[in-house]
């Protein structure tokens, strides 16, 4: 790793109260030293403390900035580096003027996600807590925060850390006594080996079944609003939202594209896409919306399908509840407040275990339940992020997938009396495996790629 010193605008560019430029690295406090006049220099002031004054261009003497500097002593910091935090007024003018400062006077630009990388590097945090940084930062609902929190502090880690452990002091004892069998230490024998393996693989498992859950939280839920025109669509994505994102009118085919927006539904972030009515139609656009429309309904995670408790189901209706029958479906029955038309016996006939949930979205009625339906069908209505250990990265997941069935491969070695160091190999690479989640198994490359994801300043 480079020893330079790096420095970044780490607030969000635009007007605001204040803004932060940080310095990380052996110089920091040198070079903010350099620019800063205030009543003491800043290498004399004791760490973890604050401090105003002025940044002063020493080419014009002219004044940049009024402001306040946090200086924060190595190791006690993010990065196990000298850091020091530059609080100015927020503005871009103002907020680029300290940074342009303090890189004219020895830092160097950092990369995206170069702080978090650097508090890798030097021991602060494993890789999977610096990824759970960057899904705290894109936390949609106060459940998707919750379990970046945890990961953040390292609960992912404990156990697989826990995990590892248990697989190399078991091919530890496999070693001793293939290397040594005269050597007096515990036998391992294929029993105690096949109990130590299939619990490792039970916590996995555990693991990879939570991650449905926790992949939802971090990405939040695809979910598509389908139905025939005017049968309610547009008015269920406003009332979710709770503004009005869509154009409703009682004329059919008003939606001709596709709408998206992001809902918090208890906890549970859904990215809702309104999509057009689906039905024959001539109108050239109206096709292309349909056509958009029968492709979502395909890739949803979860599909609303609205129809009119005013109108008699006709052939579109029925199709659409078979095709939605193969996916997690909620049927919304909407417009309770005009005269029931609608077969709702032949409905819960097509629609075979989907919730059916009916609304009057004219009069916001229905709405609760629908919000109870969708959370009791991903979370059973009273999982809480705190209680478990989630898996919400994709890249995690895949290394679970992968190391679950590396030791599978090594439980159907025991339980098929192979010789003991055939089961070896395959419990070696588990713990291979398991390592990448955490970093002590990982290529530079991929940190590089993982790092560039990240935000400049983070």
Known sequence: MDQNTIAAISTPMGEGAIAIVRLSG???????DRVFKGSRPLNEVESHTIHYGHLIDSKTSEIVEEVMVSVLRAPRTFTREDVVEINCHGGLVSVNRVLELVLTNGAQLAEPGEFTKRAFLNGR??????????????????????????????????LIRSLRQTLIETVAHVEVNIDYPEYDAEEMTQQLLLEKTTAVRDEINQLIVT????????????????????VGKSSLLNSLVQENKAIVTNIPGT???????????????????????????????????????RKIL????????????AEQLTEEDEALLKAANEQETIVIVNKTDLDEK????????LVGHAPIITTSLLNEEGIDQLEEAIAN????????????TYVS???????????????????????????????????????????????DTVSESLINQLFSQFCLGK
């Open 26 to 32: 052996k110089d920091a406090v040198l070079i903010a």
């Open 377 to 388: 069908l991903f979370f059973s209505g009273d999982v809480e992020a705190q209680d478990m």
């Open 393 to 439: 990265n994709s890249r995690h997941i895949a290394l679970l997938e992968q190391a679950k069935g590396a030791i599978e491969e090594a439980i159907f070695a025991l339980e098929s009396d192979l010789p003991i160091d055939m089961a070896q190999i395959d419990i070696t690479r588990t713990w291979e495996l398991l390592g990448e989640i955490i970093g």
């Open 255 to 293: 939606t001709r594209d596709v709408l998206e927006e992001y809902v918090n539904v208890r906890g549970v972030p859904l990215k809702l896409i309104d999509t057009a009515g689906i039905r024959a139609t001539e109108d050239v656009v109206e096709k292309i919306g349909v056509e958009r429309s």
């Open 342 to 349: 609608i077969n709702l016996s032949k409905v819960k006939e």
């Open 125 to 158: 945090i494993d890789l999977s807590q610096a990824e759970a940084v960057i899904d705290l930062i894109r936390s949609k609902t106060d459940r998707a925060m919750n379990v970046a929190l945890n990961q953040m502090e390292g609960r992912l880690s404990t």
């Open 211 to 230: 991650s449905k859950q926790g992949k939802i939280l971090r990405e939040g839920l695809a979910t598509a609003i389908v139905g025939r025109p005017n």
């Open 298 to 309: 395909k890739e949803a995670d979860l599909i609303l399908l609205v129809l009119n408790y």
